[in-house]
C-alpha cells in the first residue's frame, strides 16, 4: 500500500469539500480541514475517523493565505495534495444588473483566491519535488448561461488558471488536474439565493442532480492515478443533464 497523502482541501465545512475531505480520510489520506466556517470545520473533523487538522481561512485573503500555510505544523507542511475548492456564485441576473458585492465576491473567491492558494502552496511543491493541484470547476468552466454570466466568467478563469498552471509547471513532477462538475446538490444554491431555500430546493426539484460524494470520487481517482497519469480534466454531469444547461426533470428524467 502507497504512504498516506496530506491533502489540503479548501471549502472544506459544506458540499463537494466535506465529501472531498471523508472520501481521502476513508482512504486513510490525512486533511487538513479549510474554510471559514471554524465550528462546521471542527463538527467535520469529530465526525471523520482518521487523521485531520482544522485551518480556518478565507481563501480572498492572500497574505492570510501565506501565513496559514506557513504556520503549520511540522508533519501538516508537506502538502501532496491541494484541492482548491472553496466556490460560489452569488444572484442569478442579467450581467449588467450584478451588484457590486456580489461580483467583487465571486472573482475575489472563485478567482483571486485560487491564486492566492498557488502562490502559498505551489514552492513548497516545487521544492518538494511532488505534489498535485486539483482545481473545482465547473460546467459553468465551459458554457454560460442566463443570469449566471459573472459566475461562468469566473469558473471559465479557474479552467484557464489550471490549464495555464500546468504549462507553467512543464518539466516539473507537479501534477495538476480540474474536476468540473455538473449540477451537484449541496448548499450552492441556498448560497446563491442568500437563503431563500424555496427557491434553492426548486433548482433540485424533480430531478436526479450529483452528489458530493459523485464529484469526490473523481477528486480522490485523479488524487490517486498512477504518478505516470495526469488527469487533466474530468468533466460529469449528472445522467439527465446533457450539453451543459439542458437537464430533463418530471416525466423527461430518463
Ligand atoms: P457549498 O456547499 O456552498 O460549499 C462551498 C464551500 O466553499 C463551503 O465550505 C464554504 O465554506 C467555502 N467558501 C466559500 N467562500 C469561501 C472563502 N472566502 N474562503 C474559504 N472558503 C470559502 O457549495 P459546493 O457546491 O460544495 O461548491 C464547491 C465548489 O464546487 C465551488 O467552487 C463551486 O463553484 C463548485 N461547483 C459546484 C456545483 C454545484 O452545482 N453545486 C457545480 C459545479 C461546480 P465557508 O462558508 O465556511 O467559508
Known sequence: MSAPL???VTGASAGIGAATARAFAAKGDRVILSARSAHRLRDLEAEI???TFVLPLDVT???AHLDALGWLPAEWRDLDVAVLNAGLALGLVPVWENTVDHVDRMLDTNVKGVVNGLRAIVPGMLDRGRGHVIGIGSTASHTVYPGGVVYCASKHALLALMNGLKVDLHGTPVRVSTV????????FS???????????????????ALTAEDVADAVVYCAHAP???????LLLTPRVQSGYTMI????DVP
Open 6 to 8: 496530506t491533502v489540503l
Open 49 to 51: 475517523d482518521g487523521d
Open 61 to 63: 485573503d492572500a497574505q
Open 180 to 187: 468540473s462538475p455538473g449540477m451537484v446538490e449541496t448548499e
Open 190 to 208: 441556498r448560497v446563491r439565493f442568500e437563503g431563500d431555500a424555496a427557491r434553492a430546493d426548486a433548482v433540485y426539484s424533480d430531478t436526479v
Open 227 to 233: 504518478e505516470r497519469v495526469n488527469v487533466q480534466e
Open 248 to 251: 430533463a426533470r418530471g416525466d
